[in-house]
């Protein structure tokens, strides 16, 4: 499918979660990826669940799809969310996504709404593959630092039900420094966010405004390059 020219927007949107239908979102890869591009996405990550399968086939699967986008102005990242893993066992899910080629490997956090195993922030933040902790909840301080020390970046999420930490997740983010970004963790195209909602919900959990752009920009920008985009 390829995209119409699109000039009107600023392409300034950079989101690193979100599902298909391959796990449990309602559309396509090819779907989620055009309407990001009409809505002023630079860089749209699908980070489809996976626990301890082999996740090839699902990377596959978005591989093959991410090929029509090839070439334009919209970044595609393949990848996985490591979700509902025994904490001992986040390390061997993140390396086999590795190995199986995830451009970006992002985990299923302790939030709010719904509940994994206690320990999985912590495991997560201890693994320097593991590129952003999603929907961390009432993280610690101590889990913030291991974050920062292993370049974890933390996630405000636009999903309404994680969100309600988001305020929590700023606080402490603040607090201890670590990189923050907005992500919609859409699970079909009408919960994508522009660079304005995306905006709101940032300066809504309490972000100042003069951390917006390291938040929106900078940060998303240094990730894209770390997972090999740009
Ligand atoms: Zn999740
Ligand atoms: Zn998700």
């Not at 990242?77 to 490997?105: H, K, N």
């Not at 593959?129 to 993280?139: R, W, Y």
């Not at 963790?185 to 917006?212: C, F, N, W, Y």
Request: glycine content about 6%.
């Amino acid at each position: 499918m390829a995209a119409a020219p699109r000039t009107s927007l600023p392409r300034n949107r950079y989101d690193f979660h979100s599902h298909t239908y391959l796990t449990d979102g309602e559309e396509s890869a090819s779907s989620m990826w055009y309407a990001a591009d009409r809505i002023g996405h630079r860089a749209l990550a699908i980070t489809d669940h996976v626990a301890l399968q082999d996740p090839g086939p699902i990377l596959d699967t978005l591989r093959a799809e991410a090929r029509a986008w090839e070439g334009t102005d919209l970044l595609t990242l393949v990848g996985v969310e490591v979700t509902m893993v025994p904490p001992r066992y986040i390390p061997e899910a993140v390396r086999a996504a590795r190995r199986a080629g995830a451009e970006i490997v992002i985990v299923h956090g302790e939030t709010v709404a719904e509940p994994v195993f206690a320990g999985t922030n912590r495991a997560a933040v201890e693994l320097n593959e593991v590129d952003v902790l999603a929907h961390p909840g009432f993280i610690t301080v101590e889990e913030a630092e291991l974050a920062k020390a292993h370049d974890v970046v933390l996630e405000v999420s636009a999903r309404t039900l994680h969100g309600r930490a988001n305020g929590h997740v700023v606080r402490t983010a603040l607090e201890v420094g670590n990189d923050l970004v907005v992500d919609s963790d859409a699970h079909k195209t009408e919960q994508l966010v522009s660079t304005e909602m995306a905006r709101q919900i940032a300066r809504g959990a309490g972000l100042p405004e003069s951390h917006l752009a390291r938040v929106l920009e900078e940060t998303p920008r240094r990730l894209l390059h770390r997972c090999g985009k740009a």
